[in-house]
């Protein structure tokens, strides 16, 4: 869904790259890290998505949470936590990038990359 809580499907992401955003209202450290993220994902709309992945503990934090220009996975969606178990997230915040073509996994450290690399994270992601 985006952040507006329309369903989107798997197309809307039309080849970008995505960023698995592993994140929750109540950790200081996503607090900080979202905004930027944020504006990463506006300056790059053409080729980046975010998809929140929800960590809170109810879906009304979710949704006070979720920034604006996110798409997000439906919190009482199974898929939340079969993500997060599949691609061992323990820790938040956590970015996982994927190639939105093959679903392979470019890194798990997006959030390092865009916090020391703001402005090339993304180009790097495509190379």
């Known amino acids: 869904k985006d952040d507006a809580g329309v369903q989107q499907s798997a197309g809307a992401l039309g080849g970008k790259i995505v960023g698995l955003y592993f994140s ?3 950790c200081p450290p996503c607090c900080k890290f979202s ?3 944020s504006k990463l994902r506006a300056a790059h ?3 980046f998505a975010v998809v929140f992945v929800s960590c809170d503990r ?3 934090e979710m949704k ?3 920034a604006k220009g996110f798409l997000h996975i439906p919190f009482h969606s199974a898929a939340r936590r079969a993500i997060q178990e599949k691609l061992g997230v323990s820790m938040l915040p956590t970015l996982v990038i994927v190639d939105a073509t093959s679903g392979k996994v470019l890194t798990d450290w997006g ?3 865009v916090t020391r690399n703001p402005k090339g994270c993304v180009k790097s992601w495509k190379a």
């Open 58 to 60: 109810s879906e009304a």
């Open 45 to 47: 709309s053409a080729d």
């Open 35 to 37: 905004p930027e993220l």
């Open 64 to 66: 006070s949470f979720i």
């Open 24 to 26: 929750a209202s109540w």
């Open 111 to 113: 959030r390092a990359a």
